[in-house]
């Protein structure tokens, strides 16, 4: 009886002790890894967006390129440490990133402007026209009633 319980437990045993060692490995990466990207990713970026005038910060074409360094330096460091990456720490670091520089950005990315007048002027003018020709139609076809019975 002994000998059958022993691969099962040795089975929750070991798998207690994976558990175990990747908490350990996460939760080494707390305030360490927090630390590493405010002061070795988050100062860069700061520097690129300042150089930005703050009217460009949402202009994806104008921050992809710093974005990309920073999203870079975050996986960089996490592998330097042994940390997962994506995790908990830079969730929250990119959320006070977006809160910070990309709060008043659409959903899209895009700065949100008028169309071209080349663009916009036939979704104007056609309505216009259509008005103005039926109205004509109507008062032509109103003053004709031979046709009429």
């Not at 939760?27 to 630390?35: L, R, V």
């Not at 710093?66 to 996490?78: D, M």
């Not at 402007?113 to 139609?137: C, H, K, Q, S, Y």
């Amino acid at each position: 009886m002994a000998s059958d319980t022993t691969p099962v437990l040795s089975k929750q045993v070991l798998l207690w002790l994976v558990v175990a060692c990747q908490s350990v490995s996460v939760m080494a990466c707390g305030g360490t890894y927090e630390y590493a990207i405010e002061e070795f990713c988050l100062g860069k970026f700061r520097l690129d967006m300042e150089e930005l005038d703050q009217h460009h910060w949402c202009s994806w074409e104008d921050t992809v390129e710093p974005y990309g360094e920073l999203t870079n330096c975050t996986y960089l460091i996490a592998l330097k440490m042994d940390c997962f990456w994506p995790n908990r720490q830079v969730d929250e670091f990119f959320i006070r990133i977006h809160k910070q520089y990309f709060h008043d950005c659409s959903l899209s990315g895009r700065q949100l402007r008028d169309p071209p007048n080349r663009i916009l002027g036939p979704f104007i003018v056609v309505p216009i026209l259509v008005t103005l020709l039926m109205t004509a139609l109507v008062v032509w076809r109103s003053k004709r009633s031979e046709g009429i019975v």
